[in-house]
C-alpha cells in the first residue's frame, strides 16, 4: 500500500509546529524534542482500536492461507495421473501462498509502526509482487474457464489448454511474465523518500513517486481494465456457454454411465469455479477500485478506508481453501487422509485421494 498519504500528513504535522529543516533556527532543542517525542508516539498505533481490530482480522487469514494453500498443492500433487490437468489450481494456490507469506507481514508491519523499515528493495518488490500474484490469479481463473468452454464445445478435439503438462506448464510461464510486465512501472515508480527532520534521523516512507499526476490515474485505470475488467467479461463469457451447455444437456438421454458421470462433474466443476471467481471478485475489486478513485481524488476519507479493503483483497487467500473444503469432498477425504498416514507412520498413503479435476 503507498504511504504517500502518510508522508503528506506527516510533513504537514512538522510545518504545522514550524519543525522542518528550513526552521531549524527558530525552534531550540527543547521545543523540537517535545515535538518528536509527541510524533514517535503517533507512530506506534497498535493500542488503536482500528491497529487492534486489523490485527484481529489479520491472524486467521495468515493462518488459514499458510495452511489452506500448503494443503491444495500437497492433495492436488499426491495424484500424478492428472496433475497437467490441475495446473492452474496448483499456480492459483501458489500465488495466494505468496500473498499469504509475502505481503501479509510488510501490510501487518506498517499498520502497527507508520515508518518504511524494510529497506529499499522490499518496498519495491513487495508491491510489484502482490499485484503480480493477484494478476496471475485471475488469469489462472480465465485459464480455467477457457479450458472448460473448450472442452465442451470440441470434446474430441486436442485443443484444451492443459490437454498435455507441457502446454498447461508453458501457459502458466505467459501469465507469470504478463503479470509481471504489467506491474513492471512499480518497481521504477516506487522507493523510498524521506522527511529530513531537525534533532532526528531522517523519516523513511515507501511512496510511488509518479513524474506527473496524470501518470498515476492512467495507470491505475489501465491495471483496472487489464486485470479486473476485461478478464472477468472474458470469464462471464465463457461460463455463459458453459453454463447454457451444461443445462440444455439430458443426462438420461447422454450415453453411458461413465458419460453421465462426467457431465455432473463438469456441472459441480462449474459451479465451484463460478464462486471462486465471484468470490475473488469481492475481495480484490474493491481495493482496485478504491486505489484508483484514490489516484484520481484527493479526499481524506479513501486513504482510512484503504486498509480494510486491502485485508479483503489478502483474505482471499484465506477464502479459497475453506470454499475448496466446503465444496469438495473428495478435497477433505484428501487432507484427512494425509493427516492419517503423518499420524500412523510419517509416510505418504497411497488411498489418499486426491481433489476431484475440475473439468
Given at each position: 500500500?503507498?504511504q504517500?498519504p502518510?508522508?503528506?500528513?506527516?510533513?504537514?504535522?512538522f510545518?504545522?509546529?514550524?519543525l522542518?529543516?528550513q526552521s531549524?533556527?527558530?525552534?531550540n532543542?527543547?521545543?523540537a524534542?517535545?515535538?518528536?517525542t509527541?510524533?514517535?508516539?503517533s507512530?506506534f498505533?497498535?493500542?488503536?482500536?482500528?491497529?487492534?481490530?486489523?490485527?484481529?482480522?489479520?491472524?486467521?487469514?495468515f493462518?488459514?492461507?499458510?495452511?489452506?494453500?500448503?494443503?491444495?498443492?500437497?492433495?492436488?500433487?499426491?495424484e500424478k495421473?492428472?496433475r497437467?490437468?490441475?495446473y492452474?489450481?496448483?499456480?492459483?494456490?501458489?500465488a495466494?501462498?505468496?500473498?499469504?507469506?509475502?505481503?501479509?507481514?510488510?501490510s501487518?508491519?506498517?499498520?502497527?509502526?507508520?515508518?518504511w523499515?524494510?529497506?529499499?528493495?522490499?518496498?519495491?518488490?513487495?508491491?510489484?509482487?502482490?499485484?503480480v500474484?493477484?494478476?496471475v490469479?485471475?488469469?489462472?481463473m480465465?485459464?480455467m474457464?477457457?479450458d472448460?468452454?473448450?472442452?465442451l464445445?470440441?470434446?474430441a478435439?486436442?485443443?484444451r489448454?492443459?490437454s498435455?503438462s507441457?502446454k498447461?506448464?508453458a501457459?502458466?510461464c505467459?501469465?507469470?511474465?504478463?503479470?509481471a510486465?504489467?506491474?513492471?512501472?512499480l518497481?521504477?515508480?516506487?522507493?523510498?523518500?524521506t522527511?529530513?527532520?531537525p534533532?532526528?534521523?531522517?523519516l523513511?516512507f515507501?511512496?510511488?513517486?509518479w513524474?506527473?499526476?496524470r501518470?498515476r490515474?492512467?495507470?491505475?485505470?489501465?491495471?483496472?481494465?487489464?486485470?479486473?475488467?476485461?478478464p472477468?467479461?472474458?470469464?462471464?463469457?465463457?461460463?455463459?456457454h458453459?453454463?447454457?451447455?451444461?443445462?440444455?444437456?439430458?443426462?438420461?438421454?447422454s450415453?453411458?454411465?461413465?458419460?453421465?458421470?462426467?457431465?455432473?462433474?463438469?456441472?459441480l466443476?462449474a459451479r465451484?469455479?463460478i464462486?471462486?471467481i465471484v468470490?475473488?471478485?469481492?475481495c480484490?475489486?474493491?481495493?482496485?477500485?478504491l486505489?484508483?478513485?484514490?489516484?484520481?481524488?484527493n479526499?481524506?476519507e479513501?486513504?482510512?478506508a484503504?486498509p480494510?479493503?486491502l485485508?479483503?483483497?489478502h483474505?482471499?487467500?484465506?477464502i479459497n481453501p475453506?470454499?475448496?473444503?466446503?465444496?469438495?469432498?473428495?478435497f477433505r477425504e484428501?487432507?484427512?487422509g494425509m493427516?492419517?498416514?503423518v499420524?500412523?507412520?510419517h509416510?505418504?498413503?497411497t488411498e489418499?485421494?486426491?481433489?476431484?479435476e475440475?473439468?
Amino acid at each position: 500500500m503507498d504511504q504517500l498519504p502518510d508522508f503528506y500528513s506527516y510533513r504537514i504535522f512538522f510545518e504545522n509546529r514550524n519543525l522542518t529543516a528550513q526552521s531549524k533556527s527558530t525552534l531550540n532543542l527543547s521545543e523540537a524534542t517535545e515535538i518528536l517525542t509527541e510524533f514517535k508516539n503517533s507512530l506506534f498505533t497498535l493500542k488503536t482500536f482500528t491497529t487492534v481490530l486489523l490485527l484481529t482480522l489479520y491472524a486467521p487469514v495468515f493462518l488459514f492461507g499458510l495452511a489452506g494453500n500448503f494443503l491444495i498443492i500437497a492433495s492436488i500433487s499426491a495424484e500424478k495421473a492428472k496433475r497437467s490437468k490441475m495446473y492452474f489450481m496448483i499456480n492459483l494456490a501458489l500465488a495466494d501462498l505468496a500473498v499469504t507469506l509475502l505481503c501479509i507481514p510488510t501490510s501487518v508491519g506498517t499498520i502497527v509502526y507508520g515508518l518504511w523499515v524494510y529497506g529499499r528493495f522490499l518496498c519495491k518488490f513487495i508491491a510489484f509482487f502482490q499485484g503480480v500474484a493477484v494478476a496471475v490469479s485471475i488469469f489462472s481463473m480465465m485459464a480455467m474457464g477457457i479450458d472448460l468452454y473448450i472442452s465442451l464445445q470440441h470434446p474430441a478435439a486436442k485443443v484444451r489448454l492443459s490437454s498435455t503438462s507441457a502446454k498447461s506448464f508453458a501457459l502458466i510461464c505467459i501469465m507469470w511474465i504478463v503479470a509481471a510486465s504489467f506491474m513492471g512501472p512499480l518497481i521504477y515508480i516506487r522507493d523510498i523518500d524521506t522527511l529530513d527532520i531537525p534533532y532526528s534521523t531522517d523519516l523513511t516512507f515507501c511512496i510511488e513517486k509518479w513524474p506527473h499526476d496524470r501518470d498515476r490515474q492512467a495507470y491505475g485505470v489501465f491495471l483496472l481494465f487489464a486485470v479486473f475488467i476485461i478478464p472477468a467479461f472474458i470469464i462471464g463469457a465463457c461460463y455463459g456457454h458453459v453454463g447454457k451447455a451444461l443445462l440444455k444437456t439430458d443426462m438420461h438421454r447422454s450415453g453411458s454411465n461413465t458419460t453421465i458421470h462426467r457431465l455432473i462433474n463438469r456441472k459441480l466443476a462449474a459451479r465451484m469455479i463460478i464462486i471462486l471467481i465471484v468470490a475473488f471478485l469481492v475481495c480484490w475489486l474493491p481495493y482496485n477500485v478504491l486505489s484508483a478513485l484514490a489516484d484520481l481524488e484527493n479526499g481524506p476519507e479513501l486513504p482510512r478506508a484503504l486498509p480494510f479493503v486491502l485485508w479483503l483483497g489478502h483474505a482471499h487467500s484465506a477464502i479459497n481453501p475453506a470454499m475448496y473444503w466446503l465444496m469438495n469432498k473428495r478435497f477433505r477425504e484428501s487432507v484427512c487422509g494425509m493427516v492419517k498416514a503423518v499420524r500412523i507412520n510419517h509416510c505418504i498413503s497411497t488411498e489418499t485421494i486426491s481433489m476431484a479435476e475440475y473439468m
